[in-house]
């Protein structure tokens, strides 16, 4: 990844903690932070579980006594005051806040309450510490946003999904097929309780979030195939089971995504309050298999799914996308959004050698 020279918020060398860094996502972000010469120290819920792939297959050459990564025990995000004795122990120069509860549990109490919970649990943390400058949360385009099939949108920094919340506060019975709305809420309303926090407290930090669509690419590790990570493996390896459970939508490439994380963190021109939507193009599985079948010819892939038909019209408004691209210029180089073509092949490619 390109480590182009650049003002920034935090000099090099600075200590940036990172929730959920078993998480897709989190990887390729601490991955760029590490080459850029950052520290990094990962949150982790158990030690004995998640050190080892971390540290010596993932990172190693970044960890180690003297390394720039290491890692922290918090078995209980929801406890309050579970990030106090982390932040008082590391002193951060910035917090990017990954970790989310996956489970898709229909009942808002048992998500988006915890959600909530965390998020005020660690900016109180935060809030605490002079040393924090930008504090960075991996919200979703769920936060903005439930697709629809052929309903143009046009989405910008204020678009809120209040149908989600509507929806997911709504009486029970909690049905599963509320699961999705309950978690777009939890991200609607994490993303709305962090905004409010430094409205009403004015920390000594920004605020800013990146809300991205279903995000796709290369894997760094063979844990992250459990997961969105390892989707188009699923369609490759024709496994229509797990490949059409994918709601529509549009993709985003991880790599891009962790760029966006990088410039929220460092970039003196990503202002408090941000909000950074991360939308590349529309795709279904049938998409997806019309690549995989240009890029191997010899290979024999599933037909197309029925259910997957339709696209998804949303984009991000011309004024924020604009932004974005400048901002992936700026701290990568690459013009312009990787495409799913490229992903695609790139996913193929990374997961060749787990």
Same mark, same amino acid.
């Given at each position: 990844m390109a480590t182009h020279q650049h003002p920034t918020a935090i000099p090099a060398g600075s200590l940036i903690l990172i929730t959920g860094i078993t998480s897709y996502v989190a990887s390729f972000t601490a991955q760029s932070l590490l080459e850029r010469g950052y520290r990094v120290k990962g949150v982790v819920?158990?030690?004995?579980?998640?050190?080892?792939?971390?540290?010596? #297959?993932?990172? &190693? +050459?970044?960890?180690g006594?003297?390394? %720039?990564?290491?890692?922290?025990?918090?078995?209980?995000?929801?406890?309050?005051?579970?990030?106090?004795?982390?932040?008082? #122990?590391?002193? &951060? +120069?910035?917090?990017?806040?990954?970790? %989310?509860?996956?489970?898709?549990?229909?009942?808002?109490?048992?998500?988006?309450?915890?959600?909530?919970?965390?998020?005020s649990s660690l900016l109180r943390a935060a809030a605490s510490m002079s040393s924090i400058k930008r504090f960075v949360y991996t919200s979703s385009i769920g936060a903005a946003y439930s697709p629809q099939v052929g309903v143009p949108a046009v989405l910008t920094r204020d678009s809120w999904n209040e149908d989600a919340v509507e929806a997911a506060w709504a009486p029970p019975p909690y049905t599963p097929a509320r699961g999705g709305k309950v978690y777009a809420a939890s991200k609607v309303e994490a993303e709305r309780a962090m905004f409010r926090f430094a409205e009403d407290t004015k920390p000594g930090f920004a605020v800013i979030s990146v809300d991205p669509f279903f995000i796709l690419g290369a894997v760094l590790h063979r844990r992250h195939l459990q997961g969105s990570g390892g989707w188009?493996?699923?369609?490759?390896?024709g496994e229509p089971r797990v490949s059409g459970v994918l709601p529509f939508g549009c993709q985003v490439n991880v790599q891009d995504v962790a760029?966006?994380?990088?410039?929220?963190?460092?970039?003196?021109?990503?202002?408090?309050?941000?909000?950074?939507?991360?939308?590349?193009?529309?795709?279904?599985?049938?998409?997806?298999?019309?690549?995989?079948?240009?890029?191997?010819?010899?290979?024999?892939?599933?037909e197309d799914l029925p259910s997957s038909q339709g696209l998804c019209l949303a984009s991000i408004g011309n004024e924020d996308n604009d932004r974005l691209l400048g901002l992936l210029r700026k701290w990568t180089g690459r013009e312009g959004w990787i495409s799913l073509e490229q992903g695609v092949r790139e996913a193929i490619r990374s997961m060749e050698g787990l």
């Open positions: 819920r158990n030690l004995a579980q998640d050190s080892a792939w971390l540290t010596e #297959e993932l990172f &190693p +050459s970044f960890a006594p003297d390394g %720039t990564f290491d890692l922290v025990e918090i078995p209980d995000l929801t406890i309050p005051g579970a990030f106090d004795a982390v932040f008082g #122990e590391s002193r &951060p +120069s910035a917090v990017i806040h990954t970790a %989310t509860p996956m489970t898709f549990d229909p009942d808002p109490n048992k998500v988006i309450t915890p959600v909530v919970d965390i998020m188009i493996r699923n369609v490759y390896n760029a966006l994380h990088v410039a929220a963190v460092l970039d003196p021109d990503v202002q408090s309050g941000d909000r950074l939507l991360a939308a590349a193009e529309p795709f279904n599985v049938n998409v997806v298999l019309a690549i995989l079948r240009r890029q191997h010819p010899d290979r024999q892939f599933m």
